[in-house]
Structures are given as structure tokens and as C-alpha cells.
């Protein structure tokens, strides 16, 4: 027999956010599980895309982005974010956001560090600390509100990790944490010396009232945040695979290293044809917003026109629905059932939270108004899964 394979990798399953869009691939449902839009991105792009596909390049950029790449997204982020970033010294490009983390985790994290996770929480970011040989400490958001509690973080602080991960706003929940909220893991992150890493590819996605606030743009927190994003959700690209790090340069030299031994780099021809996007002025973002903003209000509208319970999230594309009604024992089993009874797809809650849930599952509204009608229609069929 072969030696044993991977230790720290046999715990894995596949990701149950991919396996669900194969499932509603298998009984054509409606897939609200993987969160990708079903319409184009901006024109502009697509244009360019065309023509870099006769222009190129098609050969590979340097490594950690193009050069007029990274000049575009620094200047975009300066405006953003309110900091001064050197698109030489303070940026690496990787392939996607997936990359993005795990390249941030792998550049501060040491084998046996800490880490503290907010549960609920995006299914790679266990993986990542795994992979790192790291060791999660998972601090819950507790529902419906999804806050957490200052003395509860600061029982994780006092365990003296490396780094936290901020989902913000948050995946699946949609949380837009507070100015406040953010100043107190601030604070914490001073006192126990914590380097933060931060996941904001809903950036733009922020419903009102509330405010996305960078966290690396709070006094004195530049200096310990890696800023991780992505061009995906922002202009519906999700399969471009473009996410990068914003970080002091110290760190992205170090970044830069990791980035280049796990995939060397990001497509060329991609980084060329998206800048015209970078290069949007403020009413495309508020264009966006509107546009997520009537997404969120039909779709939570039929819900509630359902009678299906719900949350209503403060950013991101995602709701969480309640299923204790049905009489479920694994979230799963649920969901499959949906897919397969009901024509919708569905992602099941127990893969986001570390605690016991099992009454709750993720959908999504990233798609057209034609294709939200239609899972709803199908969802007037839900509770035919009642046991």
C-alpha cells in the first residue's frame, strides 16, 4: 500500500457551495447556490475584451500584475479607500480573491499560529488556516442580528493569534459592521499586535443606510491590514479569476514570494481588457447599487409574499432562509430536496458556521428580474417538502 496522503487535507470535502450548483445542473433548478450572475458584464468591457483577444497580450504579465493594471486599481482604491497606494510597492495581483486569502495567510500565518474567524463564515477561510497550519478560533455572529460580543473577540484576542479574518460585508449574512464595531476589533488588534486580513469584495454592495468602512483606512490600521478584493462581484466577471492584496510594502514583498509559487500569475489578457472598468467614474458604483437594491426588494418582497422567513442583509447578494418548519434533520438533505422537489438551488447553512445550525440555508439574487421571478414561482412549492 502507499504511504498515507496529506494529513491536514483529509478532512476536506469538496467545497458544498460548488457541489450545489452541480446538484441544480442535475435537476435543472433555478441555481441560487454559487453566487454568479446570470447577465453580462459592462459593455465596455466586454469591447475591450474583444479587442485584446487580435491585440493581446497573451503571454505573461509580470508577476505580481500588470503594470498599467495595477496603476488603474491604485488609483481606483485611492479613491475608494482614502490611502495613498503605490501600485510598485503596495499591490500584488492574484488569481481571484480564493488566491488572494489564501496568498495573505500563507504571508503572515506560521504553522501552529491562531487565527480568529467570524462564524459564520465564507467556507474557504478554514481551509486557508488549514492549509497554512494555522488554527482557527471561531468567534460566532449571533443571529438574526449577526453582532458579536466584545468580551467573547476579546477571549479569542487573549489566545494571542497571528491574524483575524474580517468578511466586510459579510458572506453568508450579509453584515455591513459598524464604524463602532470595526473600532473595537481595531483596538484589539493594537493591544494583542494582530495583523488583520480583511475580505471586501462586496465593497461596492452596501445597502442603505448603511456604510462600508475600509478597515485598513481606520487611524493607524494600515500598517497591520492586508486588504483583499476582487474585480468579480464588483463588474460580474466572477470567472476572470482578478483579486488582489493592498498591504505596506513589507508585506507584499513577502506576498509578492507566495503569490509567484502558487500561480505564478494573473491572466494577461484579463488585466488588459478590464481596465476600462477600473477607469469608471462614481456613477457606475451608484448604478450598481441601484441595480442590487431592486434585486434585494423583489426578491425579499416575494418571500415575504411566500410567508418564508428570512433576513434581510445590509450588503453583499445573499439571504439566509429559515427552514425549521420543515422538519429537517440535516440541512443537505434539504437542500437537495429543493433542488430536486422544488427547482431551486440552495446552499445549506451548517457549511458557513462552526456552532450546530441546521435550520437555515444560503440563496442568492445575483441574477435577472426573469430568473428571480421564476425561483419564486418554483418556491411557492416549498413547503411540499414539509415532513
Known sequence: MPKPLSARTECFTDSVIRRMTRVSMQYGAVNLSQGFPDFDPPQAIMDRLAEVAHEGPHQYAITWGAPNFRQALAAKQRRCMGLDIDPERNIVVTCGSTEAMMCAMMTVANPGDKVVVFSPFYENYGADAILSGAEPIYVPLVPPSFTFDPEVLEDAFRQHPKALILCNPSNPCGRVFTRAELETIAALAEKYDVYV???????????????????????????????????????????????????????????????????????????????????????????????????????????????????????????????????????????????????????????????????????????????????????????????
Open 197 to 387: 486580513i480583511t475580505d471586501e469584495v462586496y465593497e461596492h454592495i452596501v445597502y442603505a443606510p448603511h456604510q462600508h468602512t475600509y478597515f485598513a483606512a481606520l487611524p493607524g490600521m494600515a500598517q497591520r491590514t492586508l486588504s483583499c478584493s476582487s474585480l468579480s462581484k464588483t463588474y460580474s466577471i466572477t470567472g476572470w479569476r482578478l483579486g488582489y492584496i493592498i498591504a505596506p510594502e513589507e508585506i507584499i514583498d513577502r506576498a509578492k514570494k507566495v503569490h509567484d509559487f502558487l500561480t505564478v500569475g494573473a491572466a494577461a489578457p484579463l488585466m488588459e481588457a478590464v481596465i476600462p472598468a477600473l477607469n469608471f467614474g462614481q456613477d457606475y458604483y451608484d448604478g450598481l447599487l441601484e441595480k442590487y437594491t431592486h434585486k434585494r426588494d423583489l426578491f425579499l418582497k416575494g418571500l415575504d409574499d411566500l410567508k418564508i422567513a428570512h433576513t434581510t442583509p445590509e450588503g453583499a447578494y445573499y439571504v439566509l432562509l429559515d427552514i425549521g418548519e420543515y422538519g429537517y434533520e440535516s440541512d443537505l438533505e434539504f437542500c437537495e430536496a429543493l433542488a430536486r422537489e422544488v427547482g431551486v438551488g440552495a446552499v445549506p447553512g451548517s457549511s458557513f458556521f462552526r456552532e450546530d445550525v441546521n435550520h437555515l440555508i444560503r440563496l442568492h439574487f445575483a441574477k435577472n428580474d426573469e430568473t428571480l421571478y421564476d425561483a419564486l414561482n418554483r418556491l411557492e412549492g416549498i413547503r411540499r417538502l414539509k415532513k
